[in-house]
């Protein structure tokens, strides 16, 4: 027999101590951890989060400093834009532009806000499409005119791509400093 699948047997008799504490061992209720619901987009929550860190970290600094034009019709616009909604707007151009889009887009967004994702596209006849995502933990949800929508072949897949290229590229872009 080979000797390393077999332990010395010791002869002693158990102690009364040790009896008890086999026998309270025994008798103590089994705690079995329930497997919990598997959470296959947690990663992407998170990433959420950080976006939301990114940009309460934020400055006029991560902005870029924009035309002369652009800084004269902001001073005449009636209601500013909230530094937030100025970082948005920003985001949404950069990984919009980096998105593939279909040839009957002229231009599109997307971005991050307040855990729904949007991707607004508008065609070259200006008809504008807006498709907003909420992701959970656990499912993903379409919504198109406020109402739940199917999701069409591996649009999922692409979301869930689109928002790990949105991270990295507002960071790589925005919030490097």
Same mark, same amino acid.
């Given at each position: ?66 035309? *002369?034009?652009?800084? !004269?019709?902001? @001073? ?9 909604? $100025? =970082?948005? +707007? ?49 499912? *993903?949800?379409?919504? !198109?005119?406020? @109402? ?9 897949? $692409? =979301?869930? +791509? ?16």
């Amino acid at each position: 027999m080979n000797n390393q699948y077999t332990f010395p047997i010791n002869s002693e008799v158990p102690t009364d101590d040790a009896r008890r504490l086999i026998d309270e061992a025994f008798e103590a209720p089994i705690l079995v951890q329930q497997e919990s619901e598997p959470r296959p987009y947690l990663y992407h929550k998170q990433l959420e989060s950080r976006i939301e860190q990114m940009r309460a970290s934020a400055t006029e600094a991560n902005l870029p400093r924009g035309t *002369i034009m652009d800084r !004269v019709l902001e @001073r005449f616009t009636t209601t500013p834009k909230s530094l937030e909604d $100025r =970082l948005i +707007d920003h985001e949404s151009v950069i990984v919009g532009n980096i998105l593939p889009k279909h040839e009957l887009v002229a231009q599109q967004r997307f971005w991050y806000h307040q855990g729904n994702w949007y991707l607004m596209q508008v065609e070259r006849d200006q008809k504008e499409y807006v498709s907003r995502y909420q992701v959970s933990e656990t499912d *993903i949800y379409k919504l !198109v005119g406020g @109402r739940e929508a199917p999701f069409w072949e591996g649009e999922q897949e $692409r =979301l869930l +791509d689109a928002i790990d290229l949105y991270h990295r590229e507002i960071l790589r872009n925005i919030y490097s400093n």
